[in-house]
């Protein structure tokens, strides 16, 4: 035991012991954000509220009374968030230079608890992709492809072949926040989830990515895109660390009304070591077209791992599985529709010259600020609400809604405790092949795994499990019963344990190695 | 079936945004082709589902002013204002018709 806890040293233990104090812990990141800055994952990185931050965490370190275990931690929060005083823009035209005047209720949580806000993170424009490649301010590079793992298994064309150019993606949409996490730049990062988008990108940077049941944490000052689908959702290097996070971001905020209003306490997640009571539902359907025949055998692998442990392992049935997409499609343009329809100009964001009427100077502000994708959505969102087609899309995709979470509710019921299936078809492409298809397609084929836990509300998380025959990091998803986020995070926990995922051994990273940095390597913070 | 310009139209005054291209267009039709796989599945007796906790009763909280009086923050992002005013141009005058504005439907 006192081996394993040696393994991962303790970022909060060292600061309430003095052993490194947060403003050298702030430092040292901002200097690796600045290192590592041709991964393009930050978009603000806001240098002296943080070091302010850092340093009244200090002060209350050496009165011995600091706020928890996220006092002085370096977080990001993805940049669709609402964070006082520092831009906001959804990596979109429509919201540069745009400043908001409030923080979102997670990002006060946080700081609350006095963690350091170092930055923002980049995302696909206004969360809408799954590569965090079609945002203004360019695409993330997934940190992995600097990796010595993946350059030992990568074939060079010719010696004289760019290393520039074979980088993979992050994945998306919150490809930022797990590019960070995943390059230690930070403890902990925010993302959004409302198809998939914290834990696809946490599959591919070999992150622990955590979406919430919905209604478990707050949305207000989460630029919305699927009011009805959206979560904020978590990003660390281990499963503790997520749950502290969790503990600390969870519960009723009277500014969303669509957070439920049970009382929430923040757990501990026990060190599982039985599971011979847990019963595991493998879900056929899951078995997708396009599945790299590598995640198959590493999911299958990890079945025979639950069931030579002596867990139950069953395989089940949501038949409606191949509709989520269609389904999605259809709300989430509908929504963004609606959602994107406050963008005018009038009271914030950009805003165009054109001066003639309201509606030309709507229509030109609207022209001006928003990318191929988000238009392409509002147009379609806008067709399937016409009065002639409301019925037959809106309405039948929400009646899809319900046969979808219905599948989930039936196989939970049947006595299966959780679900295992993998996050993402394969590992992260090389970002050449996969802008050759445009963002629609992608997301059709990239949200298929992830996509369904969002229709129906459940959490679900990502767990980093093994490395691609290319030293790229596969992950494996678990998703939960509502609102059991403990014996969700206590399976992820376990699991995780058995796979001793390997640790990213980034060259820019050990560079800068000293004392301190030791810090940051370790994987948890709690 | 494509859509027809009247109805592109349309969607470029709903939405006050525009096609920009025959991409655009595309991008539409394609979308609608896809989200007709939605009539393969029978919906039988299925109530549309709204939110996931349709079961729970969304949080009312008491009609009493707590916070406000941030006129000044919330006039800082506004590009054109006046006063405690955001200055919006003369409403009420339609998008002109489609052969008289600037799209790539007039070709169509």
């Given at each position: 035991a006192a081996l394993k806890e040696g393994l991962r040293s303790q970022v909060s233990a060292a600061l309430k012991e003095g052993r490194v104090t947060p403003t050298e812990l702030c430092q040292r990141c901002l200097a690796l954000i600045k290192s590592t800055k041709f991964l393009n994952a930050y978009i603000t990185v806001a240098e002296e509220t943080a070091l302010k931050q850092a340093e009244e965490s200090e002060e209350r370190y050496k009165r011995g009374q600091p706020l928890g275990?996220?006092?002085?931690?370096?977080?990001?929060?993805?940049d669709n968030f609402n964070t006082a005083g520092i831009e906001t823009t959804c990596a979109s035209n429509m919201l540069r230079g745009y400043v908001s005047p409030y923080n979102a209720t997670v990002v006060q949580k946080l700081l609350n608890q006095g963690a350091v806000l170092l930055g923002k993170t980049n995302l696909d424009e206004f969360a809408m992709g799954s590569g965090s490649t079609d945002g203004v301010f360019g695409p993330v590079r997934n940190p992995w492809s600097y990796s010595r793992q993946y350059k030992e298994k990568s074939v060079p064309k010719s010696h004289s072949e760019d290393k520039e150019s074979n980088w993979v993606i992050t994945g998306g949409s919150s490809g930022g926040s797990a590019a960070a996490v995943s390059s230690f730049t930070c403890f902990a990062a925010l993302g959004s989830d409302t198809g998939g988008s914290t834990r696809n990108p946490a599959a591919h940077c070999g992150v622990v990515g955590l979406k919430p049941t919905y209604g478990l944490i707050s949305r207000h000052g989460l630029i919305p895109l699927v009011n009805s689908m959206d979560v904020p959702g978590i990003l660390t290097r281990c499963v503790d660390d997520a749950a502290v996070v969790l503990g600390s971001l969870a519960g009723h905020d009277p500014k969303d009304s669509t957070t439920i209003q049970d009382d929430f306490k923040p757990f501990e997640l026990p060190n599982l070591t039985d599971v011979s009571k847990l019963s595991v539902g493998i879900p056929k359907e899951y078995h997708a077209p396009g599945l790299s025949s590598e995640i198959l055998a590493l999911w299958s692998k990890a079945a025979d791992l639950f069931k030579n442990a002596g867990a139950k392992v069953v395989e089940v049935s949501l038949p409606h599985t191949r509709y989520s997409i269609v389904c999605y499609h259809v709300l989430c343009t509908a929504e963004v529709a609606s959602n994107?329809?406050?963008?005018?100009?009038?009271?914030?964001?950009?805003?165009?010259?054109?001066?003639?009427?309201?509606?030309s100077m709507y229509a030109a502000t609207r022209r001006e600020g928003f990318n191929d994708v988000v238009r392409g959505r509002i147009l379609s969102g806008n067709y399937f609400l016409l009065k002639q087609n409301y019925e037959k899309y809106f309405i039948k995709a929400q009646k899809v809604r319900r046969l979808i979470a219905n599948d989930f509710v039936k196989v939970f019921r049947s006595g299966v405790d959780i679900l295992l299936t993998p996050t993402t078809l394969?590992?992260?492409?090389?970002?050449?092949?996969?802008?050759?298809?445009d963002n629609r397609t992608r997301s059709t084929q990239d949200d298929i795994l992830t996509q369904a836990a969002n229709m129906a509300g459940l959490p679900a998380i990502n767990v980093p499990t093994a490395l691609s025959e290319r030293g790229l990091p596969v992950g494996l998803q678990f998703i939960g019963r509502s609102f059991q986020e403990k014996q969700l995070l206590t399976v992820a926990k376990w699991?995780?344990?058995?796979v001793q995922f390997p640790m990213i051994q980034l060259e820019e990273v050990t560079r800068h190695d000293n004392g301190v940095f030791q810090y940051q390597k370790s994987a948890s913070f709690s | 079936q494509k859509v027809s310009v009247e109805v592109l139209d349309h969607l470029e005054h709903l939405a006050l945004v525009d096609f920009r291209d025959s991409e655009g267009v595309e991008r539409l039709q394609k979308a609608i082709q896809f989200a007709d796989q939605l009539h393969e599945v029978n919906t039988d007796g299925m109530e549309p589902m709204d939110s996931v906790l349709e079961d729970r009763c969304l949080y009312l909280r008491e009609d009493d002013v707590t916070e406000g009086n941030c006129t000044k923050e919330l006039l800082e992002n506004a590009r054109e204002k006046v006063e405690e005013y955001f200055v919006a141009p003369p409403g009420n005058i339609p998008l002109p018709k489609l052969e008289e504005r600037e799209t790539f439907l007039q070709g169509s």
């Open positions: 275990v996220l006092d002085g931690v370096p977080i990001a929060v993805k994107m329809a406050r963008f005018d100009g009038l009271e914030y964001g950009h805003r165009s010259d054109m001066n003639e009427s309201t509606e394969s590992d992260a492409a090389p970002y050449l092949e996969f802008i050759q298809e699991f995780e344990k058995q | -």
